[in-house]
């Protein structure tokens, strides 16, 4: 008899997880449209209780408040789920650090970065917007610049111990380069505004960036002087 009821309880607490887990995916997705359609400030968590179907204190008793609901949609539309796996160690960035020919990891870069705009460009955007008029999303804007660009250290510093960098072209000012370039704003620009199409993009920004940061034989050199 024990037993019987330790594993109906052991069974209860597992759907109640999976409807915790579920509730969560289904708020952060309405949040997600809702924040994307009408912007930060214009959203209210009623509203998006309402879009998700579920009370207003749900939002509350899962997330706190809006800004910590915006902070964890904009990971998930990251990573493109809500996997506890940081970004830099799933599948799709492995060529990215580990592939042996340079070229090949730009382009794997390239593909990386179209997945994560495809998904999260808009919600930077957001971001963005929201920060010109509160104080309190400006740290998380710079937050996601921060992670961005320790991202682009992360896969120029790989490129160098390959030996496949520009000589002429200091690491300080290669981040600058490959930063710009993965930048949300580009992905705007040339997707969203000027209809691209996602190969396209991914195509261009692999060209692009083999072009401006890798050793080219024949290339003239002077040496470019940096900020930093």
């Known amino acids: 008899m024990g037993s019987a009821v330790k594993g109906r309880r052991g069974y ?11 509730t969560r995916r289904t708020v952060l997705q309405a949040a997600s449209r809702l924040f994307v359609e009408a912007g930060y400030g214009a959203t209210t968590l009623q509203q998006v209780a309402d879009e998700a179907g579920v009370s207003v204190q749900t939002l509350y008793a899962t997330f706190g408040n809006k800004r910590r609901l915006l902070e964890e949609a904009l990971d998930v539309a990251i990573a493109g789920d809500d996997a506890p796996v940081v970004v830099n160690e799933r599948d799709w960035m492995h060529d990215v650090f580990n592939h042996p020919r340079a070229g090949k990891r730009l382009d794997a870069y390239a593909a990386a970065v179209r997945r994560i705009h495809a998904g999260a460009a808009d919600m930077f955007a957001v971001i963005r917007a929201a ?4 104080p309190e999303l400006q740290t998380l804007a710079a937050t996601a610049d921060s992670r961005r660009r320790a991202g682009c250290r992360s896969v120029i510093a790989g490129l160098a111990q390959l030996g496949a960098m520009r000589s002429d072209l200091p690491e300080a000012a290669a981040v600058d380069v490959l930063w710009a370039l993965n930048g949300p704003e580009v992905f705007q620009l040339l997707v969203r505004r000027s209809g691209w199409s996602l190969e396209h ?3 261009w920004l692999a060209e692009t960036m083999r072009a401006q ?8 050199v002077r040496r470019l002087s940096t900020m930093h």
């Open 131 to 134: 920060a010109d008029t509160d």
């Open 201 to 203: 993009y991914e195509a």
């Open 12 to 22: 209860n607490s597992e759907r109640r997880q999976s409807q915790a887990l579920q």
């Open 213 to 220: 940061l890798l050793a080219v034989p024949g290339r003239r």
